[in-house]
């Protein structure tokens, strides 16, 4: 409500201020709201990105962090703002599609914002502790078969990507029941998700393959399978499509911009132009697939269809398996 | 062994009269009440689903409202019966009426800060609420107090958007570069 | 690569001017950060961190660990001249260094704040050199249920920092565990305590609550006796560091700086928690046990020691495991990742001499820190001189920026104003403040590491003695609590006697 008024009355000062100029779209610095913290794989995936595009943008970025409730304040605020361009959203899986699709009660839905453009598409990994005896999905499988409710997963947090992530991989492979079946221990980010697999607090994790890369590279974990089209590079393991799984291939992160829903098409259409531009960024693009990160750039129309088509997924597994957070 | 200077301690352990404490005690005691018994039920979401009972959200705001309660009791009790040690100080809790005001107008800038920071800004906010705040604490040092009201928000704006890249609330009125 | 040949090339890496230039630049940076409330120095290494793609690798996490270890230090600076600590950790160093600015001591405690964070600083790089994988497969012992008993006995501290009344300081506590609880559930998901606020979900902010808790409240109580209280001048800021005084700290500032390295090691738990542990057993140590909160040297020297204690040590599971302890490091991690590098086992294996680059760049910082310090101090001890009827409205204003820079939101700021009033009716009614903060902060940590260890164990209590380490923590907890109310007994009966014969002076303890 507060905020509401807030994020109102900013908006009609810029658009007081912005209105006598009649010079091009952005006139002054634009802020992007990263609704997670700094640190984050959100944050850093953002600041990697605002480098180029301070070099190609006629005007400043301001990056922003509003964290707070998985996504949700950063989210809202940024779908208050005026829509003349001069607030975005670094939109992400977690915020735009899990959570919508798992939580009745979030504060806001898709349709309240216009999707700028994808950027970085992030598959995902299901791996487990090098120590552990499961060497493949299968192993995975029967271990939950044989014996219901003692296997362990971790996540970022409730109606986090590798919170639904592993019930999806469970459910393609006919696991009923999961509530009974695994056990969800939420944690407070991936960093923690991924300490619990490697000091045996939880048996595995299935989530972006970012956060999971170094363990991978250090030999301390093994991915069991990934969910993009093709092999990994470091990622020694099967796709989902070599395991007969192709439709687990919608289980993948993302991160991209979006405005609030009255967003201008002048502001959409000119951030279409900077992100082909800033994407090709050599830098950036190491600092993206270093992170096993894929950099593909989805036009605005494109994004649209991908964020929804994952909703729609996602959304239905949501309500025939009850997984509803209330 | 050198003794550390600490004019503050002499005076003795500064404490409430008896009266007041009890009220402190029983106060305690109504908030742990207030949270158990109405705003847990009311205010903290339970889900359908709850496998285990250490597990639901209202589980440890319950140990603690009722730690509170308990604790509440032990301060009534204290207040009740213990003897004050012999040096203590009683302090009093009342407020002489110049201090009244001065609370009350603070109060109101507080409250002011607060509501005008989105409609005006927060540089123009923090020279008013700095000046006020010289004005009412005395008013002595005016001269320095007004260059400071004028530069200090202003330097702390530059500072903040142009080095640390964040973005000030700007106000409607009179936006800054 | 040998030991031998690693450790030269090491050197090599380092012996550039540039290896020192960054990092002394990245102190210079984090002290400066670290001094301004709301410019935590997590902010300032996120804000560092694209710099650093494009310098060497080396330069650039040498310019990043420069910027971690300045900004734990120019926390305390705030914190003792204005009692406005910038980071939790650097709540403790206010107990006892405000006290003393407002004794005419800042300067004092500002040298101890110094000397005690760069020895901890130095102990603690020592422990990451010699310690590391040893340190770093015990912090892997520690799953929820051993996290919990460990933060169950944190909560003991509690005692050391209630002041007059211990049941206050529970009640404190209580409240600080209470409003920590403010967000989502984070096992259901659902809301609690959010009275239906979107900006409530996502719980209350830190830096809020406690800038609104520790400088709100002198502000309020300044402005309501202003008339009364102009004569007391604070003048102040060139008192200088006694060489008794610094001697007589040195047992806490070695024991704060152990349990800082201790600490560190352990993902997830950070600086504040060791910060007031390393105090109150400092308190429990001394003779002078009286005079802590009321502008001891000791506990200033106690809380830094502890705070920077963690800076080295949380290193410990990001390079031998590549588990971030805590927020700023896993920014760091973003830095060797740009450049190809693994923090974890196989860094040690594959890129030696830059991780023998990196312990001498870390010791070298240390020293750093003691120069860069004690310029630092000398600029800032000037804020001692300003009259209190500027200072504190000074004091306000910048609360109000840097507690909305946190987060950029105006709603934290309103946190602040209302915890400033809370603090202040706590102060008036005598409920210290510290339990209240620890309570916070520790809440979340104690909760959820709880729930998990119960998820594991699917409901069955005994998972919390499943092992020597959570059984050493319960005997531990146990251990305290007795003692704690044996000496709480013991001070009412004394208080009592006492009454019987009239004693006054005795009050004070073996030091009159």
């Known amino acids: 409500m507060k905020t509401t008024l807030i994020a109102l009355s900013m908006g009609v000062a810029a658009a007081a201020l912005a209105a006598p100029v009649a010079a091009e779209y952005p006139t002054r610095p634009i802020q992007m709201i990263i609704p997670f913290g700094p640190g984050g794989a959100t944050d850093l995936s953002a600041r990697a990105l605002s480098t180029p595009l301070s070099r190609i943008m006629p005007q400043p970025i301001v990056l922003t962090n509003r964290a707070g409730a998985g996504g949700a304040t950063g989210s809202v605020a940024v779908r208050d703002a005026a829509g003349d361009g001069y607030t975005l959203l670094l939109a992400r899986v977690g915020s735009h599609t899990v959570n919508p699709a798992m939580n009745p009660n979030l504060p806001y839905t898709l349709d309240e914002f216009r999707f700028v453009g994808i950027y970085e598409i992030n598959p995902v990994a299901c791996v487990v502790n090098s120590n552990s005896d499961f ?7 029967n271990a939950v078969n044989e014996r219901p409710g003692e296997i362990l997963y971790s996540s970022s947090g409730v109606g986090s990507l590798p919170h639904f992530g592993a019930l999806m991989v469970l459910d393609s492979f006919g696991i009923t029941d999961l509530d009974e079946n695994v056990i969800h221990i939420p944690t407070e980010g991936d960093g923690q998700a991924l300490t619990a697999v490697l000091q045996g607090t939880s048996d595995f994790y299935c989530g972006s393959t970012s956060p999971a890369a170094p363990f991978i590279n250090g030999g ?20 989902v499509d070599e395991i007969g ?9 993302w991160t991209g911009l979006a405005g609030p829903a009255d967003l201008t098409d002048e502001a959409t259409e000119k951030w279409g132009d900077w992100l082909a531009e800033a994407v090709e960024d050599e830098d950036f693009q190491r600092f993206m697939t270093s992170g096993g990160s894929i950099v593909q750039l989805m036009s605005p129309e494109e994004s649209v269809e991908f964020v929804n088509s994952a909703y729609e997924s996602f959304r239905r597994l949501v309500v025939a398996l009850d997984l509803e957070i209330d | 062994m050198p003794a550390a200077p600490e004019p503050l301690a002499f005076d003795g352990v500064h404490m409430l009269s008896r009266r007041d404490e009890l009220l402190i005690g029983l106060g305690v005691m109504v908030i742990g009440a207030a949270i158990l018994w109405w705003i847990i039920p009311n205010y903290i979401t339970t889900p359908r689903r709850v496998p285990i009972r250490a597990l639901s959200p209202a589980f440890w705001p319950k140990i603690i409202a009722w730690t509170i309660i308990v604790c509440g009791g032990v301060l009534s009790a204290r207040a009740l019966f213990a003897p004050a040690p012999p040096d203590a100080v009683t302090d009093d809790l009342s407020v002489s009426r110049p201090e009244g005001l001065r609370l009350l107008a603070l109060g109101a800038i507080l409250l002011g800060i607060y509501f005008a920071l989105p409609i005006v800004g927060m540089v123009w906010v923090s020279m008013i609420a700095f000046a006020l705040l010289v004005l009412l604490s005395g008013g002595k040092h005016l001269a320095w107090g007004m260059i400071a009201a004028v530069v200090l928000p202003l330097l702390l704006y530059f500072f903040f958007t142009k080095v640390a890249g964040v973005a000030i609330p700007q106000g409607q009125i009179v936006r800054l570069p | 690569m040998t030991f031998i040949e690693a450790l030269s090339a090491g050197f090599v890496m380092v012996a550039q001017w540039e290896s020192i230039f960054f990092l002394a630049l990245g102190v210079t940076i984090g002290v400066v950060a670290g001094a301004i409330p709301g410019m935590s120095a997590t902010m300032a290494v996120a804000l560092t961190l694209p710099f650093t793609f494009a310098l060497q690798p080396i330069f650039g996490i040498l310019l990043l660990l420069g910027v971690y270890k300045g900004g734990i230090f120019g926390g305390s600076i705030p914190a003792i001249l204005i009692k406005t600590p910038g980071t939790p950790a650097s709540s403790a160093t206010a107990l006892d260094g405000y006290p003393m600015a407002e004794q005419g001591r800042a300067g004092e405690a500002l040298s101890m704040s110094l000397y005690a964070s760069c020895i901890a600083d130095l102990i603690s790089n020592l422990a990451l050199i010699v310690f590391a994988a040893w340190l770093a497969s015990f912090a892997l012992n520690f799953g929820p ?7 169950v006995f944190s909560l003991t ?19 600080g565990l209470l409003l920590a609880t403010v967000g989502l559930d984070f096992i259901a998901g659902t809301e609690r305590l959010t009275f239906g606020s979107v900006d ?5 902010n830190f830096i809020a609550v406690l800038i609104g808790l520790f400088a ?10 202003s008339a009364a209280q102009d004569h007391r001048v604070r003048g102040m800021g060139y008192s200088r560091l006694k060489m008794v005084d610094f001697r007589r700290s040195l047992k806490s500032i070695f024991r704060g700086s152990a349990i800082g390295v201790f600490l560190g090691a352990i993902p997830g738990i950070g600086a504040a928690p060791s910060a007031f542990l390393s105090y109150s057993e400092a308190r429990r140590a001394s003779p002078n046990r009286d005079n802590f909160g009321k502008g001891e040297i000791e506990g200033v020297a106690a809380a830094e020691a502890g705070n920077n204690g963690v800076a080295g040590a949380t290193l410990i599971p990001l390079l031998s495991l590549g588990i971030p302890g805590d927020v700023i490091t896993a920014i760091i991690i973003g830095a060797f990742m740009v450049h190809n590098l693994t923090p974890g086992p196989l860094l040690f294996v594959n890129n030696a001499d830059l991780v023998y680059a990196l312990f001498i760049g870390l010791i070298a910082s240390s020293f750093l820190l003691l120069i860069i310090g004690s310029i630092a101090i000398r600029a800032f001890r000037y804020i001692a001189d300003v009259p209190s009827n500027l200072l504190f409205p000074g004091v306000l204003v910048l609360c109000i920026f840097g507690v909305y820079a946190v987060n950029n939101s105006i709603f934290d700021v309103a946190v ?3 915890m400033g009033v809370v603090g202040y009716i706590m102060l008036l009614l005598r409920f210290p403040a510290a339990p209240f903060l620890i309570g916070f902060i520790l809440g979340p940590m104690l909760e959820n590491n709880f729930r998990q260890a119960l998820l594991m164990s699917r409901g069955d209590l005994s998972i919390f003695a499943r092992g020597p380490i959570t059984i050493l923590f319960l005997c531990m907890t146990v251990i305290s609590v007795v003692l704690i109310i044996r000496s709480t007994v013991k001070a009412a009966r004394l208080k009592r006697e006492l009454g019987a014969y009239g004693e006054k002076s005795a009050m004070h303890g073996p030091k009159t």
């Not at chain 1, 301390?220 to 796709?239: C, H, I, K, N, Y």
């Not at chain 1, 799984?245 to 992160?253: D, F, S």
């Not at chain 3, 249920?145 to 933060?151: R, V």
């Open chain 3, 216 to 225: 709100l409240p002198e502000i309020i109580a300044y402005m309501r006796k």
């Open chain 3, 145 to 151: 249920p051993e996290m919990f008993t460990l933060i």
């Open chain 3, 157 to 175: 501290i509690i005692a050391g920092v209630s002041g007059d009344s211990l049941v206050k300081g529970v009640v404190a506590a209580a409240l």
């Open chain 1, 220 to 239: 301390q974990m093994r991915p069991l399978m990934v969910t993009s089209a093709e092999r990994l590079d470091g990622f020694d393991a099967p796709t």
């Open chain 1, 135 to 141: 060497h493949s999905i299968d192993d995975l499988i």
């Open chain 1, 245 to 253: 799984k192709p439709e687990l291939q919608a289980l993948v992160g």
């Open chain 3, 200 to 204: 409530m979900r996502g719980g209350l």
């Open chain 3, 416 to 418: 602040m104003l209302v």
